[in-house]
Each structure stands twice: as C-alpha cells, then as structure tokens.
C-alpha cells in the first residue's frame, strides 16, 4: 500500500513538476521551460487583453488579434473592463540575438513578447496560437512559461507549382497561411512551364492569350498506353492586380515570394504565343498537354536579339511586381538537341565563342543573372546551372540527390536543399499504388522528418553553411483542385517545418508524432484541408528497395 502512495506521488510529481513540454508545438521551440513567476498563476487571454507592440508592426498585429478570433471567438475589442492585463511586444535586440528569433515569457499579468525584427513577431505568434485552445472560448489560460526559439535554417520554403493546375486567388493566400502557421519564410511559386503561362504580361500579350491556355490535358501517366488526353480548354492566369494582393498578403504575414519564371528550357507556353523566339519559328506550336516534356518536343528559347530582349522585358515585370531579392529563372530540364540542329542557333554559338549546347545554356543564365543583378536582385536556379561554369553569386536549388549539393558547396554556391528523394511532395506517400493518383516514387513522413538537409560531406569540409536551407516541391500534375494539394502537403509539410527549424540532436519522430496528432490533425481539421491519413503505417522500414 504504502508503495503505491509513493509511486503515485511520483507520477504527480513527473507529471506536475518538470513539465518540459505543457504544449504540443510544432515546429518544437528550442527551448520551453515552465515557471512559476506569479506564484505560476496562469495568464487569462480574455476580450479586455490589450496587445501593445510597436506602431510600425500595425499589420502585424492586426493580423495577431484576428488570427486569435478566428481560432478561440476571443474578440480583442478593448474593452475596459477588468481586470486587465496585456500582451507586450518589444523589440529587444541585445538579448534576441539571432534574425527571426522571439523570446515568450508568461505571468498572470503580462504575456511578453520580445523580438528583433518581424519575422520573430510572426514566428511568435504561431506559437502563441498553439498554446490557445482549438474551440470557441470565452476566455483561455495559457500557463507560465517562458519559450525562446529560432530557427535553424535562414531558408524555409515551399513551392507549388500553378502552370500544370492553377488555383484560385484564395487558395493561394491559404496556402501562404500554411506556411505562416509552421513558421516556414518562402514560398517558391512557379509561375511559367511547357503547359501554360500563369502571369499577367502587360507587354506580351499573346503569352496570356495563348500561353495561358492548352487544347486537353493527360489523363493518367504518360506511360499508360496508349496514353489518354481530355479534350478540355484548360488554363487562366493571375492578373497583375491579383498578384499584388497576394504579395501584400504575404508580407504581411512575414511570407517572402518568389516568383519562378522557367528558361530557357520550359519554355513551351512562351513559345507557343512567340513561334519567333524559338530555334523552329515556322512551326506552329501548342502549349503543351503532356507532362515531362524533357527532349520529347521542343520547349527551348533560341538565342536571337528578340528572345534577350523578351527575356529583359519579362523579367523586369516581374520585378515591378515582386519586391523579392531572389528571382528564380528555372533552368532545369534544357533539352540541348533542338541547339544542336538549328544552323541560326549554331552560328550565334560560333559568333560568341561559346563552346557547345551546355555552354549556351550557362549563357542564357548568365544573361539573366546578371541583369537581375544589375536591378539589385539575385538568381536562383535549379542544379542544372551548375553544368557550366557560372558565378556563385547565384544561388543552386538542389532537386537532384547529396552529388549535386556537395558539387554546387564545393564550388562555392549558396544551395538550398529540395532533393527528390524526399522533398517532392508530389511522389506517393505510401508505397500502395492504388492510393490517390501521384508520380512514381515515395516519400514518406518519416523520411521528410529525418532527412539531414547538410551532406556528410558537406559537414566535414567544413561547408555547413552553404546549405542556408530547405523546401518541398509540389509540382501538380495529379493535383486538379486543392483538396488533392493538401493532401499530398498534408501531413509532410509539417515534418519538413521541423526538419527545417530544429537543431537535429533533438529530432525524435515518435515525440514529433505526438505532437502532431494533437496539435496539428484537429488543425487540418479546423482549416477545412485534408490530409493523408495512413501517415503511420507507411514509414522508412515499408520503403520498397528499388524505390
Ligand atoms: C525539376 O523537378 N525539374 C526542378
């Protein structure tokens, strides 16, 4: 008897007293420790909570307030009844030493939030967001503690692609909401491929007028014999006042854009609406219908004063539009063979003492970094960049596996890590062939939470920082509407948001597990997103050898 009073004091002690994590958080805080300022008597969120922070974060805290009432029905109306009490936001940049970092600290009066910039704001109020309940409250206790966090990676960052499926304004900016919430910084948004054009362009018009839509779309996988197309008018693009709406959205929410417009490969669409700036400019070319369009059909720009010019022009639009330092020109997938056989194509090469087809290529980048740069900005391209000898002032994005990022890091570029195997997000997330329609291969949750984002390698040259960070790619072929979207994101996109933000000494799938069960399935709930359910069962152990 006597041993069962002692073992259950125990438990009341393991449970009440270290208490290192009162909260399931994600992406999981680097530091969260329970206090007992105030006697540990809780702070009580409750309409007459004030938040006061500095005037020049208004939106932010706007946004702050709004984001409460949506979650918990709490309105922050100011009223002035009692008792009071306030949530505090200062900058306080001699103790929060890092960029994007926050420091919360709890009591019965105050909740402190102590920043540098905006971006720690943001991050902290996604974290107070996870320590307020799911439900409609009148008001919310939220114990004492004191959290101090930052993030691992300077960047963290997801793509989606909208030529292959375009969603809607809203979707959009919900999307960005996703990224917000798991405290990621970029989102990557490919807006131009072979099978549509997906932004508005005041000086070529016929890239909206054509390039923006295709005759039929496949159905199914290209290696399906025979392959099946529909006979639907697809397509559509973003005007530029939509942009500039969903810009400012995401500036407000400390989300950075970058915008991807795909040269000189990918070029399908554009070429479609300008035969003249390809290497066939007597050919009537259709946007494309087919996925994968790497050598198959022509999709490359030719090298002409028309296509330099276009490039300029289009660029520079894109700029009026995007604030973003970084542009991302693509680069991927340049099929050389429609270079090699065009005599036009070959006598600029010879005029120009370019080599061969991999140097024309590294031209064209060239060409494009340097007048970005020229306008205050820097490229971003895929790892084919690298194929030739470019100026590391632009920075690689790794699709490939660690060969390409330790080549790229040797070399001296910057690289962000989007491997394959596991950041594509469009790849099955199980190894069961009749789940929802998606590319060949798997990725499962477990292997975007334990994937390493800096190479042995790496590390051991002492190159670590040269990876500044990480992003999942979701290219949306088998992605028609946005429920099929969260699903595929749904839940990796959350492991990737710890993947990228915690040191990797405290990575532990089975605490990262409970955590998202709690906090964040009932989330994907409240949001209206699905989500792939059978995430447990599909881990690294079920990974078939040849995938
Ligand atoms: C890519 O997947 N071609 C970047």
Known sequence: MRNIFILCALCFMITRLPAQYPYAIIPEPASMIKTRFDGGNPFILRSSTRIKAPEKYAEQTTYFSESITTQTGIALNGALTLPRNFIIVTEAPEKITMPEMYKITTSQEILRIEIRDKRGYINAIQTVLQLLPLEKVSTAEIETIEITDYPRF????MHLDVVRHIFPVNYIK???????????????????????????????????TIGSFRNATLIGHFKDIPAKYDSTRYGGYYTRAEIADIVAYANVRGITIIPEIDIPGHSRAAIAAYPELSTNPDTTWQVATTWGMYNRQNNVLAPKPATFTFLETVFSELMELFPSTYIHIGGDECSKMWWKQDSKTQAFMRENNIK?????QTYFIEYIANFLQKNNRIAIGW??????????????????????????????????????????????QSADLSDSLAIHGYNSLEAVYNFEPIPNAISM??????????????????????KKV??????????????LWINPTKKSYTHFLKRLEKQMIPRYQFWNSSYFPKYKQWGIAQTPANK
Do not use: C
């Not at 909401?177 to 054009?197: I, M, R, S, V």
């Not at 061969?356 to 024309?360: C, H, I, N, Q, Y």
């Not at 000898?389 to 060969?403: F, L, P, Q, S």
């Not at 670590?464 to 992605?479: C, P, R, S």
């Open 154 to 157: 300077s960047y963290r960052g």
């Open 174 to 208: 919900k999307y960005i909401d996703y990224l917000t919430f798991h405290k990621f910084n970029t989102f990557h948004w490919h807006l131009t491929d072979d099978q549509g054009w997906r932004i508005e362009m005041k000086n070529y018009p016929k890239l909206n």
């Open 356 to 360: 061969d087809e991999t140097a024309l």
């Open 383 to 428: 790892h084919e960049i690298n194929e030739g000898d470019i100026d590391t002032a632009t920075i690689v994005m790794n699709w490939g596996t660690e060969k390409q990022a330790i080549e790229a890091a040797k070399k001296g570029f910057r690289v962000i890590q989007t491997p394959g195997k596991p950041f594509y997000f469009d790849h099955y």
């Open 461 to 482: 040259a002492g190159l670590g920082d040269k990876i500044v960070g990480g992003q999942a790619n979701v290219w949306t072929e088998y992605m028609g509407n946005e």
């Open 486 to 499: 969260d699903y595929m994101i749904f839940p990796r996109m959350t492991a990737l948001s710890e993947t």
